[in-house]
């Protein structure tokens, strides 16, 4: 199964102004941490989720993108990943 590369996401939205944000959230129970990522100015930010391993480490595998603004269980919509697609296959690890 091929993933999306964290690191390679990063550098990305880094390119395109985006700044990953302090404050993060960790689920241990479901073995996963968001991060999340804004452009000054502007009020749409992207979540990242990332797996952890078994030591609860984060990993380089992305879980799932999101895009929206204001709390994070409302009004949120899902980045559909499709590897047949150059821009995603040229993220994955």
């Known amino acids: ?14 390119s395109h102004g985006y700044v990953l944000e302090r404050g993060t959230d ?3 129970d ?10 000054p100015g502007e009020k749409f930010k992207y979540t990242i989720n ?3 391993n078994n ?4 990993t380089d595998k992305v879980m799932g993108i999101n895009h929206g603004y204001g709390s994070q269980y409302l ?4 980045i559909k990943i499709d590897m ?8 994955s690890i």
Do not use: E, H, Q
């Open 1 to 14: 199964m091929k993933f999306i590369s964290f690191n390679k996401l990063k550098s990305y939205f880094k």
């Open 26 to 28: 960790i689920y241990y």
């Open 30 to 39: 479901l073995k996963f941490i968001t991060y999340i990522f804004s452009k």
């Open 50 to 52: 990332v797996y952890l």
């Open 55 to 58: 030591d609860n480490v984060p």
């Open 75 to 78: 009004g949120w919509n899902n």
């Open 84 to 91: 047949r697609k150059k821009f995603w296959k040229n993220l």
